[in-house]
């Protein structure tokens, strides 16, 4: 396993700040956000020049990227060809984890898995494994339902945020039952009654995670996820970088 951390930690940054923020944390390893919506990569920039996305992502002075976030606001045959985009980005940065949202509540569970099954067949294509991530909101946010989609697509992931079992409607919910689904994981404190709090304030045991995925043989990224919280007057960076080193002295 190997420290990474998440360029969604600066949402509003354009990617070579948020990646230049990283380096001055001295992380080495990061996790690249692909979303429509926010100042960074988008889905679509991606599908409509391929060539560039990927010389964007191969200078990150210095981070290696281990992992990508796609989130895709387009629809219908449009919303495959901007995700096989994405996995092509993926196979020449040499990156195998892409995670995706998992459907919101509401879904219907065959509409579900077959679009899971689509993404799947198109990630197997450039040697990419597809990560569900667990969300609250969405159908992953029961552990159980989670491992339910994994079952029926084969060759799905889970990329696994611990908060949203510890903080939600299913606060407490027990998830060792999918870690051996576990490709990618995601990672801040959290409580019952808050989704993000200061490190080492919450209930997340990453101890016991990181002991727990190690059973199964898990290789990859505790990928740091904390987002700036300026009402409460946390010094970001500060968190950030004790979060790191909290997860170092854990390997």
Do not use: W
């Not at 700040?17 to 080495?28: G, M, S």
């Not at 200078?59 to 281990?66: A, C, H, I, M, N």
């Not at 689509?118 to 552990?143: C, F, H, N, W, Y």
């Not at 994994?150 to 889970?158: M, R, S, T």
């Amino acid at each position: 396993m190997f420290v990474a951390a998440s360029t969604e930690c600066f949402p509003d940054l354009p990617l070579e700040t948020a990646l230049e923020r990283l380096v001055d944390l001295e992380y080495n390893r990061v996790e690249i956000a692909i979303r429509e919506r926010g100042n960074q990569l988008k889905p679509s920039q991606v599908h409509q020049n391929l060539e560039e996305a990927v010389q964007a992502c191969r200078e990150t002075q210095r981070l290696t990227p281990v992992a990508y976030i796609v989130d895709i606001d387009a629809e219908g045959d449009l919303y495959y060809e901007q995700f096989a985009a994405c996995c092509k980005l993926a196979k020449a940065t040499k990156v195998v984890a892409v995670t995706v949202p998992s459907g919101e509540i509401g879904t219907p569970f065959n509409a579900e898995i077959e679009r899971l099954r689509e993404l799947v067949r198109i990630g197997s294509l450039d040697g990419v494994q597809v990560g569900l991530k667990t969300e609250t909101g969405r159908m992953s946010q029961d552990p159980n339902t989670a491992i339910v989609l994994c079952d029926n697509v084969k060759g799905l992931g889970i990329t696994l945020d611990p908060s949203h079992f510890v903080f939600g409607p299913n606060k407490g919910a027990n998830y060792d039952q999918i870690s051996k689904y576990v490709i990618h994981l995601q990672l801040r404190d959290t409580t019952k009654d808050k989704l993000q709090v200061r490190v080492g304030q919450g209930e997340v045991e990453y101890g016991r995670l990181v002991t727990q995925l190690g059973k199964y043989r898990y290789n990859r990224a505790l990928c740091v996820n904390i987002i700036d919280m300026p009402e409460s007057g946390v010094d970001h960076m500060a968190e950030m970088r004790k979060m790191r080193l909290l997860l170092e002295s854990l390997l």
